[in-house]
């Protein structure tokens, strides 16, 4: 689509519609929930039923993820360049000296952001547009300057708090930077969906790392935090990059 003509959106995490008035056209974003269901299903089955219905050109997922501890901070909005579900694989036995111990061998299925979006993220943080504004908008400071970051991201089916579960999905790939439930649904979902095809892209926040200290007593301000910030980043970008 060009210019003058609606560019329209699929998110999945809020309940709020929403035009945004870019220039002499409006930008609609189409809103949808999964009533507090988690997942990839769930994530899934929303995402096939709203692009089936509205045919938008993009869909997006914001919100919150957990990151890598020394790959971010609390509030730092990531853009995931790939995808994958961390859970797929083969479950073998395997032997260490002489030992039969149980393995998982995981089938790492890629999907891989457009191109063209993510040069203009790239050039979002090379520049570091935006994030100074978002970071003062917030009522409490944290002392930390937000960044946001471009890299790999991995889906999985459970919350994690445990420090040894995510060390093998650090395994998975070295320079991962979070992971969350749902957003390989959400690029799956574009990539098997019927013609014409839609681009996915996510922009998920840090709201804690993963491990054993996931519920702290900060962890509902964290996570509005990083919802703001995914949110914000969201926006700026709709209406000053895409076409």
Known sequence: MGIGQNINFLTTQH??????????RNISVIVASTDNAMGMPAAFVLSMKMIQRYRPKYICMVGICAGIKGKGKIGDPIIADRVWDYG???????KV????????????????????LAAQFSNIILKNLYLDQIQSSWPHDYNNKLMARI????????VIANENKLNEI??????????????????YAADNC????????????ISDFGDSHKSNPKKD??????????ANLFYQFVVSHLE
Request: glycine share 6%; net charge neutral; hydrophobic share 35%.
């Open 15 to 24: 309940s709020i519609t929403q035009d945004i008035l870019k220039n002499s």
């Open 88 to 94: 797929s694989g083969k479950h073998i036995i395997k």
């Open 97 to 116: 000296d002489e030992k039969r111990i149980e393995a998982f061998k995981p089938y790492i299925n890629q999907i891989a952001l457009n191109k063209e």
């Open 151 to 158: 890299g790999p991201f991995a889906s999985g089916s459970a």
């Open 170 to 187: 650090k395994e998975q790939h070295g320079q991962l930077l979070g992971f969350d439930m749902e957003s390989y649904a959400i690029f």
């Open 194 to 205: 019927s013609h014409p095809k839609l681009t996915p892209f996510i922009i998920k926040s």
């Open 221 to 230: 301000e964290y996570q509005e935090f990083a919802a703001f910030t995914s």
